[in-house]
């Protein structure tokens, strides 16, 4: 056991975290003016070309770029060095399709994870070694059936989603899938950009209706004609969090895709 826990942190490639979710996945729009006022230096929005090959079920809706808000359930989640287990808890991510350019113009098209909302403070601490920028919202309300849940963090998010399938799928919709293949990014709250691996493995997948409403940053985020969702139930692991030079140039190919 020493052995594999060793060979994991000479790897950082490989699986570092793990957990089963059960979650809720909707795309969202935000405005891209309104958006491009608080991304980070050396992240941008994709051109329109790569987002229409990239994403390529998600509709182009002038003004606006298609982004991925995530409701999880999260249980069994654990590091594989200490076996930690983290109690049952709830995590709303919001995530974009971005480029990373880096020192001398080299670009990488990745996944921002912009923010989390948790009502777990543990799991907020935690996410410090990943530099993600958790936020503690203890009032965060669920409510939940056989076949929908609501969540609720007062003026800031109000969201419901209703199963509208029984028959299951074992695959994400194209842009979902995609979103989990590409590179995660964070811009941590020390402004260091960091970077980092994570694969989705569903077990059930449900189609859904969304309504929500989320306030960020002065936009108001709204359900629309062309918003979908996604219920599914999923294994999941996560890489440790590396520099640019450690993802992306590694000298070590151990777990490397």
Not at 94 to 99: D, G, N, R, V
């Amino acid at each position: 056991m020493e052995e594999s826990k060793k060979y994991i942190a000479q790897h950082p490639h490989l699986p570092f975290l793990t957990g089963n979710n059960r979650s809720y996945m909707v795309v969202g729009y935000y405005p891209r003016e309104a958006l491009e006022k608080f991304l980070p230096r050396a992240i941008s929005i994709p051109s329109d070309e790569v987002m229409a090959e990239t994403y390529p079920t998600v509709k182009k809706v002038e003004g606006m770029h298609p982004f991925m808000l995530q409701f999880a359930n999260c249980h069994n989640v654990h590091d594989l060095m200490s076996e930690y287990k983290l109690r049952p808890y709830e995590e709303i991510q919001a995530c974009f399709p971005a480029t990373y350019t880096h020192k001398g113009g080299e670009q990488q098209h990745c996944m921002l994870v912009q923010l989390m909302y948790l009502e777990y403070l543990l799991g907020v601490i935690g996410g410090m070694y990943f530099g993600l920028r958790k936020q503690f919202r203890p009032t965060m309300r669920v409510e939940e059936t056989d076949s929908s849940r609501s969540w609720v963090i007062p003026n800031i998010l109000d969201a419901s989603f209703e199963q509208t399938s029984t028959e299951s799928s074992e695959e994400l919709d194209p842009f979902f899938a995609q979103m989990f293949i590409n590179p995660a990014v964070t811009f941590s709250y020390l402004h260091r950009y960091r970077f980092y691996k994570q694969r989705v493995h569903p077990n059930k997948v449900l189609d859904s209706a969304p309504v929500y409403e989320w306030r960020y940053k002065g936009s108001v985020i709204k359900n629309n004609e062309n918003t979908f969702a996604i219920y599914s139930e999923y294994d999941f692991s996560v890489s440790q969090v590396m520099t640019y030079e450690a993802y992306f140039h590694p000298t070590d190919l151990v777990g490397v895709d």
